[in-house]
């Protein structure tokens, strides 16, 4: 297997250092290079991450004495392969297509083009065959580099669970209710003094709609004559609150499915979905995408966020609902499946199946 250099820009974040933790001893990976603010470089990765490392483990040794560099448009390519990026929106919207167009792979968890019309919103277990749209990307004129996506931090506690049961029939109506934790505001994130004791009903302009907007884009298909997403229609309504947690997203999932030809459905068909839903992705950071927890106070994020090294959503308390057909609460590690490792998955995806 060739081995891909790659960088992360925006590392000295909350989302940047966990990519610095993932890439030691990737067995396909090899971090070269640590990019981030002017506030940061100039400095090894050790020296800015003075009071920042927010890791259990140290930075590892071998990413330690790197030099941070500034991420603007001075940047040269090197020998580089792939960028995982993990830059605040408002600054990967101008510097992502820039890297795109010099033939890099960026594999991107910013927002800033989760929307763009050829740009997709990747799940390897659910949507591979997005990876389509990118030979429609025009970021680079010689058609190497693109930008790939992986969704808003709180999305894949409702997707992986919802998409076995589409074996079931369509999924009709859903309803998401987010206990989004601190580590998804990033670094330094919300003062201490607004979140102790508190909860808020606010995470950010339209974090609502995105939850929306990205599940009936990876949902839906890519049509490659048309070379457009033709999204899933589904009605999703969205409400997210921050609470006072460290690490983990917590959703209530509550949905209905339509049938034409009604079945009596029981618990047990759906959890026997979940259990069977084992996509062998044979990937390296892969993991079983999703677990039913059978204890009813569970899943809990103090207890469960590291399931499947952070890769796993823990679903539980599966119940009939009044309103919609039935609920369920489900608990995603916004850093890591949420975050970094979604990113790197679609980053192997990538090299396994379309860089060959
Ligand atoms: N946190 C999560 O759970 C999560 C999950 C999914 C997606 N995301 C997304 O991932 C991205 C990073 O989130 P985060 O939580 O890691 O944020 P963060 O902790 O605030 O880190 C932001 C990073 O961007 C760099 N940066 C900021 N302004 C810059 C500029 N003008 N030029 C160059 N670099 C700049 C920072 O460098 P300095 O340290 O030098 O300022 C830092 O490395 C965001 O787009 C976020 O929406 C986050």
Redesign the pocket.
């Known amino acids: 297997m060739k081995i891909y250099n790659v960088c992360v ?8 250092q966990m990519f610095v933790k993932l890439l030691e001893n990737h067995p396909w990976f090899k971090l070269t290079r640590l ?7 100039f400095q090894t990765y050790q020296s ?1 991450m003075q009071n ?1 490392w927010r890791q259990t483990t140290p930075i590892p040794a071998e990413f330690a004495q790197i030099e941070v560099e ?3 448009k001075n940047f040269v390519k090197g020998d580089l392969n792939i960028v995982f ?5 408002s ?2 919207e101008d ?1 992502e297509p820039y890297l795109a167009a010099l033939g890099l792979a960026v594999f991107s ?4 083009y989760r929307n763009h019309q050829h740009v997709p919103i990747i799940i390897p277990e659910i949507n591979p065959h997005h990876f389509e749209a990118i030979r429609s990307q025009e970021f680079d004129p010689s058609n190497k580099g693109f930008i790939v996506t ?1 969704p ?2 709180t999305l894949q506690a409702a997707a992986l669970p919802l998409f076995p049961l589409l074996k079931l029939g369509a999924i009709d109506k859903v309803i998401v209710t987010s206990m989004q ?1 601190l ?5 330094p ?1 919300v003062p201490s003094l607004d979140i102790i004791g508190n909860v808020i009903p606010y995470i950010a302009q339209n974090e609502e709609s995105k939850i929306a907007d990205e599940l009936h884009k990876i949902f839906g298909v890519f049509d490659k004559k048309t070379k457009v997403f033709d999204d899933y229609g589904f009605s999703v309504s969205a409400s997210c609150n921050r609470v006072p947690v460290l690490n983990g997203h917590t959703l209530s999932v509550n949905f209905s499915i339509c049938n034409d030809t009604p079945i009596e459905l029981f618990e047990i068909d759906i959890i026997d979905l979940w259990e069977n839903f084992t996509p062998d992705l044979g990937l390296p950071s892969a993991q079983k995408p999703v677990i039913y927890m059978k204890e009813s106070n569970r899943p809990q994020p103090l207890l469960d966020q590291m399931a499947g090294n952070g890769m796993t959503v823990s679903i539980g308390n599966l119940r009939r609902c009044n309103v919609l057909d039935w609920k369920f609460t489900s608990l995603l590690n ?2 890591v499946r ?2 970094a490792g979604g990113s790197m998955l679609n980053a192997e995806l990538w090299v396994q199946k379309f860089d060959q």
Do not use: E
């Not at 990019?35 to 470089?41: L, V």
């Not at 990026?85 to 929106?89: E, G, I, T």
């Not at 968890?109 to 800033?112: E, I, L, P, S, Y």
């Open positions: 820009i925006g590392a000295t974040g909350t989302v940047g990019f981030a603010s002017r506030d940061s470089a800015a920042k500034v991420i603007d990026s993990a830059l605040d929106s600054v990967a510097i968890n910013a927002a800033a992986n808003n931090c934790a580590s998804g505001a990033g670094y994130g916004n850093t949420g975050a």
